[in-house]
């Protein structure tokens, strides 16, 4: 295989990747929206959890298809920390993101396209759904709390991907890494939420955030003249970097030292 071809192999596998993470994810999201629960008590469709739940397995599933073609980034924030820190090569960071990206629009479109007959008739101005595709702060005032809510989010994420994939470590068997990863990123989702949606994933907000614009959601971060399309790209991708760094001169120094 010559190298363009292999780098095409690896960004359709992004792709692809993507856009069955973002399938799901945006999917359960949409469940849990559009056909809330009727009467108290009922988790029929469920709720946070079931987001939380939803988003994990979804990134285990984008992991497990495009794994061994590319390594599964998914998100620009693991490409940009891989380039930095693991030698994976700057000329494919952009061409990545790309592909991420297209794939996450890709995926909100058909979601969308799905539940077509609910949004109108939950939303059928488009002025309150766009949350199902892309995230908002819980406080638009602070947006510094949204900021700082993704750093963490992500410099998490980061942490665990380089601590459950480092070859010096003590990686799971029997391929269980994407697992792990998706179970990471529900830990994430239940304990960093809140602020600004967790899309830790600069790829997932910003691919089916350009979608609503298309779709003509209105509340979609950027035509109200609101920043909050920004903080989900730059707050990962700080957060991304601050992880996989902490991992590196915190952690893995000590065990290429042990393994001497």
């Known amino acids: 295989m010559t190298p363009k071809s292999r780098l095409g192999a690896e960004l359709l596998a992004e792709f692809l990747g993507t856009f069955v993470l973002i399938l799901f994810g945006t999917g359960v999201v949409a469940m849990v929206v559009l056909f809330p ?16 739940i939803g988003w994990g397995l979804a990134v285990t599933m984008g992991i497990y298809i495009a794994g061994k073609i590319s390594g599964a980034h998914l998100n620009p924030a693991v490409t940009l920390s891989l380039a930095i820190f693991r030698g994976f090569p700057w000329r494919n960071v952009i061409p990545y993101s790309i ?3 297209a794939g996450a629009f890709l995926a909100a479109a058909v979601v969308y396209r799905n539940y077509l007959p609910a949004f109108h008739q939950v939303d059928p101005n488009l002025e309150h759904t766009a949350g199902v595709f892309t995230t908002f702060p819980a406080f638009p005032t602070w947006p510094s709390a949204g900021f700082l809510d993704q750093v963490i989010g992500t410099a998490l994420l980061l942490l665990l991907i380089f601590a459950i994939t480092d070859e010096f470590n003590a990686p799971p068997g029997a391929n ?20 600004h949606g967790y899309p830790i994933n600069p790829a997932r907000d910003f691919g089916p955030r350009l979608f609503t614009v298309l779709a003509g959601f209105r509340n979609n971060g950027f035509s109200n003249g609101s920043h909050a399309w920004l903080v989900p790209i730059l707050g990962p991708l700080t957060g991304g970097v601050l992880g996989a760094a902490i991992y590196d001169f915190g952690v893995r120094r000590f065990l290429k030292n042990a393994m001497r």
Do not use: D, K, W
């Not at 629960?37 to 939380?52: F, P, Q, S």
């Not at 269980?176 to 602020?195: K, R």
């Open 176 to 195: 269980l890494a994407p697992l792990m990863i998706g179970l990471v990123v529900v830990a994430i989702g239940m304990s960093f939420g809140g602020m």
């Open 99 to 101: 592909a991420q990206t």
């Open 37 to 52: 629960t009727r009467n108290a008590g009922e988790l029929i469709h469920g709720g946070y959890t079931n987001i939380t």
